[in-house]
């Protein structure tokens, strides 16, 4: 019988041989909500995860899409609200102390540090210079003694190039000839490799522009798309009129945006699946939006009349009219989905109700259709 292979003295060799080199499986064990139980499903799979640290992540829309409301507000917040470090690189110029504190961002030197970059190579060598010391300070230590850090990009499609900068002092602007996509591509590939077994992750926003292409009518991500394949998870978004009201009437005015977000790639949850994320100017982003949507798309709402009525695995039933669907009934079906791939639902199997029962008191009497045939 062969003697078995001595792995262990073949993993000290290599790591040894390879400096920086990592062994063995690093599944992310932090993850950070995006302020929305849907777009967190559609993402990780799981109502209250949302995106993983130790990847990449990017949110990529037209102007006013909900982009930053999403990546420099809400997940920032919740990023704060577990303990992690949050470093935010405004290269828009667009990120004012007053709507953070609105969105509920601690500003706080210890909590925030907040720079204004305008270079893909100045981002880059702040990126790098961090994780130098990250790696010299903690690379020994437990993963769990390790500081968690999340960069925020907003926006990687504001940020120049040399070339860009050069032209625009010559005033000669001839574009920079393919630099930018390269630079962006190097970029992530980069935060990619080495964000990979420590406690570090990043989340930018970028911009999109309608597609040309008949038969893929999806907008296309600028930036070219080496940046896209080294991203973890990608989350395309498109701005539409919120024309409701807090009570849940249609008007003829904006109440604020439906940010229709599409997740085009992630590696824990089925691709391509689609939410509408009502987010009104007067209150914000609600955690349960879209989520009777999602119920009713996958069969789990059946309409009885001008109510929808959802059966719990236990057989419960739960009847409501859409606008009374409390905070408390959702937590109730999120709690029955958890571990549910929402993909594999049959609703050929949901359950078969009878239809709700009628008081005969309230029906009114039309009397006998024989005495009027004919008249």
Request: aromatic residues 8%; glycine residues 8%.
């Amino acid at each position: 019988m062969a003697k078995p292979f001595d792995v262990s003295k073949f993993r000290k060799t290599i790591t040894k041989a390879v400096p920086g080199m990592s062994v063995g499986f690093r599944d992310p064990d932090t993850w950070i909500s995006t302020g929305n139980y849907v777009l967190n499903k559609l993402i990780s799979g799981d109502f209250k995860k949302g995106i993983p640290l130790g990847k990449v992540t990017v949110l990529a829309g037209e102007s006013g899409a909900g982009k930053s409301y999403i990546a420099s507000g809400n997940i920032v917040k919740a990023a704060q609200d577990q303990g992690i470090f949050v470093v935010l690189i405004d290269s828009e110029n667009a990120l004012d102390e007053k709507w953070l504190h609105a969105l509920e961002v601690d500003t706080s030197e210890d909590k925030l540090l907040k720079m204004n970059l305008a270079m893909i190579d100045d981002v880059a060598k702040v990126i790098s210079d961090f994780m130098k010391e990250y790696k010299a300070n903690y690379a020994e230590a437990e993963p769990e003694d390790r500081p968690k850090v999340l960069f925020v990009i907003d926006s990687l499609g504001m940020l120049l190039t040399p070339t860009d900068v050069d032209q625009f002092q010559k005033g000669d602007m001839k574009g920079d000839m393919g630099r930018k996509p390269k630079a962006l591509t190097a970029l992530v590939r980069n935060c990619v490799n080495m964000f990979g077994d420590f406690n570090v992750g990043l989340v930018a926003t970028n911009h999109t522009y309608a597609s040309q292409d008949m038969f893929d009518p999806d907008d296309k991500i600028s930036g070219g798309q080496g940046f896209i394949y080294a991203s973890s998870i990608v989350v395309a978004m498109r701005k539409l009129k919120l024309k409701v009201d807090a009570d849940g009437n249609k008007t003829s005015q904006v109440h604020g945006i439906r940010a229709a977000c599409k997740v085009m790639k992630t590696r824990y949850a089925k691709p391509f699946e689609s939410v509408q994320v009502e987010i009104p100017y007067e209150t914000g982003m609600s955690p349960y939006s879209g989520l009777f949507d999602l119920m009713e798309s996958t069969g789990l709402l059946k309409k009885q009349g001008n109510r929808y009525l959802y059966v719990r695995p236990n057989g419960e039933e739960m009847l409501e009219y859409r606008k009374n669907w409390s905070d408390e009934m959702f937590d109730v079906v999120m709690a029955d989905l958890a571990g549910t791939d929402l993909s594999e639902l049959n609703t050929n199997e949901f359950p078969e109700v009878d239809p709700p029962e009628v008081d005969p008191d309230l029906v009114p009497e039309t009397g006998d259709t024989d005495e009027h045939d004919g008249s």
